[in-house]
């Protein structure tokens, strides 16, 4: 296990949970759970891997975020509606491929990534994987296809 820390004004200029996220994306299929998600971001970790699946307490996320951004949102769900499942109260931050994960306290947002102070680990230990993985299948079991008309209003 390889700890991720992010500390504001350090001189690194690659964020540790940027690269953390690309590379659980480059490894194969990803498994997302975050409740708060820049669909730029989304979009880059979807697009380096060759399927996904998210878990999110939906109606947080679209609370966080101002309406150009929510109307992002809203489109996003729309076009994945398979892959994206609502998780009330989700909390936790997620990625998790067949070989590599990563977690901890960033959300999946530029300024979590790459701007605030933050703490997480990447893992590659198969014992540790394969408990994130029972973990996710547990919440993404238990979550619910997206209700678009109560989330557009």
Do not use: C
């Not at 200029?13 to 997302?32: I, K, M």
């Not at 150009?68 to 609502?86: E, G, K, M, S």
């Not at 306290?105 to 590659?124: I, K, P």
């Amino acid at each position: 296990m390889e700890l991720l820390l992010r500390i504001p004004g350090s001189t690194d200029l690659t964020s540790p949970f940027d690269a953390a996220l690309r590379e659980v994306a480059a490894s194969g299929a990803v498994d997302l759970a975050a409740p708060y998600l820049s669909v730029a971001t989304l979009r880059e970790v979807i697009g380096a891997a060759p399927r996904f699946r998210l878990v999110t307490d939906a109606e947080e996320w679209l609370r966080a975020f101002a309406r150009p951004a929510r109307l992002d949102i809203l489109a996003f769900i729309r076009q994945h509606t398979a892959q994206v499942r609502h998780f009330r109260d989700l909390h936790a931050k997620v990625a998790l491929s067949p070989t590599v994960a990563m977690f901890g306290s960033a959300n999946f947002t530029d300024r979590g990534l790459e701007h605030r102070e933050e703490v997480g680990a990447l893992v590659r230990d198969m014992r540790l994987l394969d408990g994130l993985a029972t973990w996710f299948e547990s919440v993404w079991s238990r979550g619910v296809p997206v209700d678009m008309a109560l989330l557009s209003r």
